[in-house]
């Protein structure tokens, strides 16, 4: 019987198996960032003991940041205190740190495929449930706590028990005004929030090898949405062309070496999955979110689900959330007014992302009632943002372009969504308060955000497109 | 870490389904850099007004429930991998939570730090929270030696399931990191014979 990508690629980091208990894995990668880093390293300290190697830790202020004034000291003294630990430990220990003003700093998911750190094959780890997202190159990539942090620091090993495997299928071609973040929403949509726990996924079949390097990470950093541990691509010409000639990419004789283990990295024809699951593209609409988990999601121009379709015990959550976001069962989302639009995050937050959104709103006016959020993933996107001209095309729409960070996904930093306040957001979580104490979060793509940023309210963007 | 044998508690009724790690603590909680003192925090925003003051239908505000046991509905944890949430449940007094479905990630935070996550079947779940609304005195007793789960008092119990390694490490108090400090030959042995690692050497 023949193996999965993901089995491939666990296989190759097995140091040791503890009898009747976990693999001890070895990691190629940990990135870290300021919110659940410094108790790991106070916990090493405490060993007495120093980070194992350092040099396969890189560490990058994210969360906290504010996204306006980089180059002056964060306001916030809890925010400032904690990224300011992060660089004091990073200088302590010898870890790599892309602090604020760094040239490559920005939200760790993005920053890690565009320098090339991300490569297929790899085992990367991050305090951040959506290291999924470099599973887009065919890594094992994801998130973890902070005592798993500290023990990768210690030992650059993870204890891990192997996950189950999951096949995600998609095969057909997704229609005008679909992109990845509607797959995947679809996908969630389908399996639930909880579908997908105690698997690692690979997403495969045509409508996903057609899609660029970015589109294909947005889709594998929402694998934990659907409570999965992460989701793999398998490595294809895609993938090779987006790495070839990064920073940290392998070069000259290493590249040529490095390609052809890669090519060895797919699931052989007669390995078996432990689920299956096949989706056509076609059924596929630009997705939306009406409750308070990224599983309670419906094409733009359907109604919300009625309450007889939940499952019994399902039904308290479905009414918490529904009155939590001010709707009604069977309702439609069409027509309904939102005041804040946020575009960003590490699930959309890349170059394409800017440009799918710029493209659309050129040309076109912000609506008067919405307040626009629209934050680069790093500092490289937002300057290629610069170089393509794409602040001057949001500028004369009416949007400013930030600085980069996690931003209003999280509202750790000043973005945040007023109470009671509907924001559509191109992030990956929609929990109650994710955005701000009180605020109702709706989860669409780059393309449907722009499109509701130009009208005030909720619209679907196809009847938009020519 | 603490040891963990077995737990007779009164318990913290919570029948949600999906409560995720941004309820249990929100991400405003995060900019602490030492793992204590987010108890006060847990489920900050289903527990108390803008205020500050306790939301009266919220049942850790309600005295008649109180104990070292959380009860909540299925997929527990979800969403971010924030330990603070096992630092908050455990500052909490919580040693224990039952609930019919567990997040990944959750679950390994909260065995790292002491806590015992119970995977019960749903009916026995019900009749838990069924239990509990009769009588809120209502005991439970958490074996993990013999790894049961029982309703006090009645003839209502439920095996449950555990990893060896970590029932081991619970019982004994000892630490994951420990453990694989103990192996640093095998790793570095690893590191000399893995073909990859020396592929991606510049």
């Known amino acids: 019987m023949g193996t999965t990508l993901f089995e491939k690629v666990w296989n190759a980091h097995v140091v040791t198996e503890v009898k009747d208990g976990p693999s001890i894995l070895y990691i190629d990668k940990q990135l870290i960032h300021e919110v659940t880093s410094p108790q790991a390293f106070a916990g090493i300290e405490k060993r007495g003991i120093g980070v194992f190697r350092p040099e396969r830790t890189l560490a990058t202020p994210d969360h906290n940041v504010p996204t306006k004034g980089q180059n002056l000291p964060i306001v916030e003294d809890l925010s400032r205190f904690q990224v300011d630990k992060l660089t004091d430990n990073c200088n302590k220990f010898g870890v790599t740190l892309y602090g604020l003003g760094h040239a490559s700093q920005g939200v760790v998911h993005v920053v890690g495929p565009e320098t090339g750190t991300t490569l297929p094959g790899m085992t990367i780890v991050c305090g951040d ?7 887009a190159f065919g890594s094992i990539a994801f998130g973890i706590g902070t005592s798993e942090v500290e023990q990768v620091l210690a030992t650059q090993c993870l204890m891990q028990t192997k996950a189950k495997t999951l096949k995600i299928e998609i095969n057909g071609k997704l229609a005008k005004g679909v992109t990845a973040k509607d797959v995947i929403l679809y996908v969630i949509a389908q399996i639930s929030a ?8 690979e997403y495969c079949g045509s409508a996903i090898t057609a899609l660029s390097m970015e589109a294909r990470m947005t889709i594998c950093n929402m694998s934990i949405e659907m409570g999965a541990r992460g989701g793999m691509i398998a490595p294809d010409e895609t993938t090779f062309n987006y790495i070839k000639g990064r920073e940290f990419a392998p070069k000259g004789a290493k590249w040529d070496e490095a390609v052809a283990y890669w090519k060895t990295l797919y699931t052989d024809a007669d390995a078996v999955f432990d ?5 056509d593209a076609a059924d596929i609409g630009p997705m939306i979110t009406y409750g308070t988990n990224p599983g309670m999601g419906i094409s733009v121009n359907k109604n919300i689900p009625t309450i007889d379709s939940i499952e019994e015990s399902n039904k308290v959550t479905f009414n918490k959330a529904l009155d939590y976001m001010g709707f009604h069962a069977g309702d439609s989302l069409i027509g309904k007014q939102v005041n804040w639009v946020f575009l960003g995050s590490c699930t959309n937050g890349r170059i394409e992302d800017l440009r799918q959104f710029a493209e659309f709103v050129k040309g076109k006016q912000k609506a008067a009632n919405i307040n626009a959020l629209i934050v680069p993933g790093s500092k490289q996107v937002e300057k290629q943002a610069i170089a393509e001209g794409i602040d001057k095309v949001l500028a004369e729409a009416g949007f400013e372009l930030r600085e980069p960070g996690c931003s209003a996904c999280l509202a750790m930093n ?7 306040e509907y924001c559509v ?3 990956n979580r929609n929990f109650e308060g994710r955005q701000g104490p009180g605020a109702r979060t709706l989860l669409v793509s780059p393309l449907t955000a722009a499109a509701i940023a130009v009208s005030g309210k909720i619209v679907d963007v196809r009847e938009m497109l020519n | 870490m603490e040891k963990f044998t ?3 508690s009164t318990v913290v009724p919570l029948p949600i389904e999906d409560v995720d790690t941004d ?11 030492t793992k204590s003192g987010f108890g006060k925090s847990l489920f900050c925003d289903w527990r108390y007004n803008e205020d500050g003051t306790p939301k009266a239908d919220f049942v850790m505000n309600n005295p008649l429930y109180s104990g070292k046991i959380l009860v909540a509905g299925r997929n527990f944890g979800c969403g971010s991998s924030r330990e603070h949430a096992a630092w908050a449940i455990d500052d909490a007094g919580f040693k224990v939570v039952v609930s019919s479905f567990f997040a990944d990630i959750f679950r390994g935070n909260a065995l790292n730090n002491g806590i015992l996550p119970v995977q019960v079947s749903d009916a026995f779940l019900k009749s838990i929270f069924d239990a509990v609304a009769a009588n809120a005195k209502q005991e439970l007793n958490v074996d993990l030696v013999n790894q049961v789960i029982s309703i006090t008092g009645t003839d209502l119990k439920e095996s449950f399931v555990i990893n060896e390694y970590k ?4 019982i004994n108090g000892y630490d994951d990191i420990d453990y694989v400090l103990s192996i640093k030959d095998k790793i570095e042995q690893y590191e000399k014979t893995s073909k990859y690692l020396d592929l991606l050497k510049a």
């Open chain 1, 129 to 135: 449930s959506h290291t999924s997202t470099h599973g």
């Open chain 1, 194 to 201: 909880a579908g997908g726990t105690g698997y690692f996924v």
């Open chain 1, 275 to 279: 689920k299956t699951l096949k989706y």
């Open chain 1, 414 to 420: 000043e973005d945040k969504v007023p109470k009671g």
């Open chain 1, 425 to 427: 957001s191109t992030s």
């Open chain 2, 6 to 8: 077995t737990i007779q």
């Open chain 2, 23 to 33: 309820q249990i603590i929100p991400a405003r909680f995060l900019k602490a850099t």
């Open chain 2, 167 to 170: 029932k081991t490490c619970l």
